[in-house]
């Protein structure tokens, strides 16, 4: 019971880390590689599980050893000409972003008829509040009930009515085209499942939460379950699209189009539900966004 107590109020970083990774643009490239490919390309989210697993494994080991960011790393041993490099990439990455989250936020509240010149300018408000006005601890809790609510992509997919077997095939016996198009789509899924931002944020989460040495343990359990977390939405997510999308020839360009063209072929409440998901991901990691950004501006800076 004492372990399980441990394990639990250590439980956080990576977790969320994991979930907010399911971005707007996370969901979008799984949307479209489902609608392109089918299932054909669901084999690429296991070499992406080991290595984000791997490389967050190594933020929070670095978090807990030094006790300092790695902004603040990189600056220590680098040097302030490199660091302000890196922070300006990632200040202007972090912006982009951003602006795709709101985008998010604006075509799935579109889903329940919801104007997105009410959407946007709500939510960047409720965001601007929570971010300035609360705290670490509430804004955990808060991640961990956003991070449940995207297994409403597990509902959508099952709904969906995929061929279980095909889906099977297609993991053990990876296939690969050597047109642009299919390695691109390959090159988006890594891409987007490893975002620079996360190992930010991962290693001054694991700092700010007070993770110690000899709590290790459980930290790398919750950097697992964030991981495999992950990976398990970007697949239902493939699998909804595939199924439906794919099967009926519809291609999409973002992840609204994906929610709007499942109302006809899974049910609507399977649009609804891939629509809540879309909106719980853009605002989570809308809110995240700031914060990994003042995580890194701070240390880049020694404050």
């Known amino acids: 019971m004492s372990t399980l107590l441990v394990f639990l109020s250590i439980l956080g970083p990576g977790i969320i880390t994991g979930s907010v990774d399911n971005d707007a643009g996370g969901i979008t490239t799984y949307s479209v590689a489902g609608a392109m490919y089918g299932y054909r390309l669901l084999w690429t989210l296991i070499p ?23 902004a603040d790393l990189i600056r220590e041993n680098f040097g302030v000409k490199v660091t302000f490099f890196i922070f ?14 709101f985008a998010g936020v604006a075509g799935s ?57 095909a889906i099977g095939t297609a993991i053990s016996r990876p296939s690969f085209d050597m047109d642009t198009r299919f390695i691109g789509m390959v090159i988006g899924i890594v891409g987007t499942t490893i975002a620079p931002w996360m190992q930010f944020y991962m290693q001054s989460a694991v700092i700010e939460k007070g993770i110690k040495l000899d709590e290790y343990k459980y930290e790398l359990w919750d950097v697992v379950i964030g991981c495999i977390a992950t990976v398990a939405v970007a697949f239902f997510i493939i699998v909804a699209c595939g199924a439906t999308l794919h099967q009926k020839g519809i291609q999409i360009n973002d992840a609204k189009d994906a929610a709007e063209a499942l109302a006809p072929l899974a049910g609507a409440f399977a649009s ?6 879309l909106f719980i991901a ?14 890194y501006i701070c240390e880049a800076f020694g404050f």
Request: aromatic share 14%.
């Open 109 to 165: 509240l579109q889903i329940f008829g919801v104007s997105k010149y009410i959407s946007v300018p709500v939510s960047a408000l409720l965001v601007w509040f929570f971010v300035v006005h609360g705290t670490y601890q509430s804004a955990e809790k808060i991640f961990l009930v956003f991070s449940v609510f995207l297994l409403s992509y597990v509902v959508s997919a099952v709904l969906a009515k995929p061929d279980w077997a």
């Open 272 to 277: 609804q539900l891939f629509a809540f998901g």
């Open 48 to 70: 992406a599980f080991v290595v984000l697993l791997v490389v967050q494994e190594m933020n929070a080991r670095m978090g807990i050893v030094t006790g300092k960011g790695l």
């Open 282 to 295: 853009s605002i989570f990691a809308a809110t995240i966004l700031p914060l990994a950004t003042a995580f």
């Open 88 to 101: 300006l990439g990632l200040i202007v990455a972090d912006i982009g972003n951003t602006t795709t989250e």
